[in-house]
């Protein structure tokens, strides 16, 4: 087993502002793993809120000998192996998870959904992200996500009621809301849930700090809206310690280290009634399509940063005002495009 990598700059659509800051391009690191003549594909997406960047990515990559293994189906061992090299680098090791999940649908010539077994006849449609924006921007966006019937908004700063007046003035759709940790008193919280709690809003995502797991336990007790954790839950051992204080978890691959380890988020959270949303970093079609193939145990997909980018280097995935039609392709579904293959490798 080989690996070989690639660094491609995705270029966003639109500025991107979130509660901690705006970005217009988010670099990711493309994997291959190469196996007995099938090559695995892999992406990893990395966040500066867990200590990420391309370069630490690729310094991890440059760590690790997957030559010792005999093959991707010892999935097990390679992934502790990861994990004993460090304890962060979760996007990194998503890269290579999804590489070896690719390879075995390749492999065995099914996708990774029929791997799984997973019944698709009933699939919840994935919302579409709008970042923070003039009024002006925002009335833009909301125009463009016309075909959406949900949208996903980003709060979290002084104006977040007239954000959402501005948007009920031109659309009545569901709405998804994402505080991003940014409101950071509970009495605040809780003031700006209640004002939500009439504006057909489906659920409140990660309203306080990571840190501040007690406020948002009694944010929960009064709010009648559904609260879905996200930067509280990375991975498997965070799930148990917040289930008082949310409904759901928003599991994300880049954060979770990838397939192996949300399968086991899933049944964990089944297990103690929460909600599951999966969530994304801005992507490209490799992890955003590896989301797509465990759709049929997601209560809330938000896998749309495929389509906040403009040029995508894999195909296969098409978003269709929401519903994510995976492709029949084996494994994740999707095959690099010319935008890929002109991209040279790294050393
Ligand atoms: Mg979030």
């Keep these: 087993m080989n690996l070989k990598f690639k660094i491609y700059n995705l270029q966003l659509r639109h500025v991107f502002r979130i509660a901690r800051g705006e970005e217009s391009i988010a670099p990711i690191v493309i994997v291959e793993l190469h196996h007995d003549g099938i090559i695995g594909y892999g992406e990893a997406a990395p966040s500066s809120r867990y200590g990420e960047s391309v370069e630490t990515v690729v310094k991890f990559y440059h760590k690790i000998n997957l030559a010792k293994f005999n093959s991707p189906f010892e999935t097990d061992s390679i992934m502790n192996y990861l994990y004993s090299i460090s304890d962060g680098d979760t996007s990194a090791k998503c890269g290579i998870d999804l590489a070896i999940h690719d390879w ?116 929960r007790e009064k709010s009648n809206l559904p609260l879905i954790a996200d930067e509280n839950v990375l991975s498997l051992s965070d799930i148990s310690q917040i289930a008082n204080a949310f409904d759901g978890i928003n599991i ?12 086991r988020m899933i049944h964990t959270a089944q297990g103690l009634n929460l909600k599951i949303m999966m969530g994304c970093m801005i992507e490209s079609s490799i992890a955003i399509s590896a989301g797509a ?55």
């Design 293 to 347: 193939q465990l759709l049929p145990m997601l209560n809330y997909p938000d896998l749309d940063g495929n389509v906040l980018i403009t040029n995508d280097p894999f195909d296969g995935l098409i978003n269709k005002n929401g519903n994510l039609l995976i492709s029949n392709r084996p494994g994740l579904g999707v095959e690099p495009n010319e935008k890929y293959n002109s991209t040279p490798y790294l050393k």
């Design 104 to 219: 075995i649908g390749k492999k065995l010539n099914i996708s990774l959904s029929n791997y799984f077994g997973f019944d698709r006849s009933k699939l919840a449609t994935s919302s579409f992200t709008i970042g923070m924006d003039s009024p002006e921007m925002l009335f833009k966006k909301i125009k463009e996500a016309d075909d959406y019937p949900i949208l996903k908004i980003k709060l979290g700063s002084e104006n977040d009621e007239e954000t959402i007046k501005l948007i009920r003035k031109i659309t009545d759709k569901p709405l998804c809301v994402d505080a991003n940790e940014g409101w950071k008193d509970k009495n605040l919280a809780l003031e700006r849930i209640k004002f939500l709690e009439d504006q057909n809003i489906l659920f409140v995502e990660q309203p306080m700090p990571a840190n501040q797991i007690k406020d948002t336990e009694w944010l």
């Design 252 to 263: 994300k691959l880049m954060k979770c280290t990838g397939i192996r380890e949300a399968m």
